[in-house]
DNA sequence: TTGTAAGCGTTATCAA
DNA sequence: TTGATAACGCTTACAA
């Protein structure tokens, strides 16, 4: 087992002190090219690299990133993760990855666990429980130690910070317009509850969007689900007994089975009933028929808050510049779930 | 801005040393109850907690595992992490995630940043760019140096260490099995490139299966994409000129899409044709029809990585127990896309 | 019962 | 041009 070569070694074996080492292998000036070479052709034989956690203590900058998220299933998360790597990797930082599962206490001590100096800031999104009880101490105490954090998707107001979202209104705007425009008079919208920021926005935008045209919209055809998660039993009952001509669902998943239910009660889809889903992944492409969906640019998301993130880290100037909460457009993806 | 405590502060400030500071943290017999009690109140007054950096170059443990996987936008690929996340999380262990992007080059980067002291031990599954190379340089450098490794789902035979892997011969093998018993004699097989562990044991077990039940294969039916990506034109291609009554899949999106051709040129499915894929994700429960897959436990095989790496790295016993291989059971789970 | 000092592997300042 | 030393924050053997 070759165990790792430190300075400490290479300094002993060609006999030299470890700061001669330590310079002649930044390439210093100061040592003289005899020195240099014959140092760095013995850390090169032995592969020698500096160690990081070392460094980190040295410096006091880990070059890790702490991303918590609420789940890593759903395919938004993910493609947040990685544009997170992708930006990260590409400035030198590694990413950190915690779950949160939508409970605030494992947010909370994921958190604490990775501001003990395992992390130069973090990346997250709310769990659901987190905006639920509306306490945001853990966030306050990390911001308040000076460690950058960027909030993404599910945000609040309460704490000072950079943000990055998807204008979620605005998606369910466009979406409702559109259906509103071919007709559609009888909206189904199945959304979360209003705790879940994006469950508020995104309901929003179906009100405003039927005000604007001057058209009524159904209080009844809008099913509130308790969380993300899937509860087929729930949704199926809803849409047995409701009478509705298209469907919005705040996730693809929804979306996806509530186009199964649909076609299971007879209605033909897109001419009986149009379905636009929010998040643009796998399924919404191959579904059958492929499903028209709101894409939420996770990856450029994910991109963004990476940037934004080390730019906060790696700002040496003492005045800092103020918080900015990024808002990215939605785009609708038209597929055949709704008529073109 | 509330700086991070340090020992430091609390020694000066209660005029004691250091080490009475952190012999009192940890509750020491050594140190009198006063002096303890007078500490502690303080330490949490201020909310001290020790800095894992200067712990993690002390007691050289990180308590980081590293997992690197070549993408994470396969579903597969993300419920392995989830899994990793829970074991690791549970024995006090953060997950520090890479993507290689099926680049050898990047596999060997993230390897290497990990590998100077940032984390106790890897989990990882082989880049197909690493597998088609056959270079495991790299993977061998780490072990050289001492650090456990765990591979799973894409290993090889060239690595000593630790593996989790399922039966993939075996899965195919019983998916094969099943369609030819209900009487399929024109199974299409759509499989990648050989250079992939899974593609080379996946083809195996349905050759097998063939044999077994002396029924011959038939070679123009099976189709190997170059890739784990998606090519629409080639599977669509081969399924238009071939002559098939099921299909199997290597991978879940490989399968919805091999579906929808399918019912494209007027098949039935699964009258007409039986459908089964790899992979028990999303995709194929939503599917329509829903989708027979093989499950690979994907959460459970992290799970069991995590387990088997963090007993290494916490092994003190310096006779290293041998390297094991672990086998999970695939399941075929049945749905809609197969007669039942 | 408390404190001193060495050490983990680096970097950086200052002295030789 | 090189080296000794202190420092990052913590732990621990040993001394007081």
Redesign the pocket.
């Known amino acids: 087992m070759k165990r790792k070569i430190?300075?400490?070694h290479i300094a002993k074996e060609l006999?030299?002190?470890?700061?001669?080492v330590?310079?002649a292998?930044?390439n210093s000036?100061?040592?003289?090219r005899?020195?240099k070479e014959k140092i760095q052709a013995f850390a090169k034989l032995y592969n020698y690299r500096?160690?990081n956690i070392?460094?980190s203590?040295?410096?006091?900058r880990t070059k890790n990133i702490g991303v918590i998220i609420p789940d890593i299933v759903h395919h938004f998360f993910t493609t947040v993760i990685s544009g997170v790597e992708k930006e990260a990797n590409s400035k030198g930082y590694n990413v950190i990855v915690c779950l949160s599962d939508e409970s605030f206490d494992k947010e909370v001590i994921n958190m604490e666990m990775l501001a003990n100096g395992s992390i130069d800031g973090f990346i997250m999104s709310l769990s659901s429980e987190t905006q639920q009880k509306k306490d945001y101490n853990h966030l306050k105490e990390v911001t308040d130690q000076g460690i950058p954090l960027v909030l993404f998707d599910r945000v609040t107001q309460s704490v000072d910070c950079d943000k990055v979202i998807i204008d979620d209104q605005l998606g369910a705007y466009e979406a409702t317009k559109k259906l509103l425009n071919q007709g559609k008079r009888k909206i189904a919208l199945i959304t979360v509850d209003d705790y879940l920021s994006v469950g508020t926005e995104r309901t929003k935008g179906f009100i405003r969007a039927h005000k604007d045209l001057g058209i009524p919209y159904l209080e009844k055809n809008i099913l509130k689900m308790p969380t993300m998660e899937m509860e087929e039993g729930i949704i199926r009952e809803f849409l047995t007994k409701a009478d509705y001509d298209a469907i919005i669902c705040v996730n693809e998943i929804f979306a996806v089975f509530g186009m199964k239910v649909a076609k299971e009660t007879g209605k033909k889809i897109p001419q009986d009933v149009s379905v636009i889903g929010f998040t643009d992944g796998l399924l919404s492409k191959y579904a059958n028929p492929s499903l028209t969906a709101i894409a939420q640019h996770g990856e450029l998301m994910g991109e963004t808050a990476a940037r934004m993130l080390i730019k906060r880290i790696e700002d040496e100037s003492d005045d800092e510049f103020p918080f900015q909460t990024k808002i990215l457009q939605p785009t609708l993806i038209e597929r055949d779930s709704t008529i073109n």
């Open positions: 430190t300075l400490k006999e030299v002190s470890i700061s001669t330590s310079k292998l930044k000036e100061e040592i003289s005899d020195t500096p160690n070392a460094v203590l040295k410096n006091k």
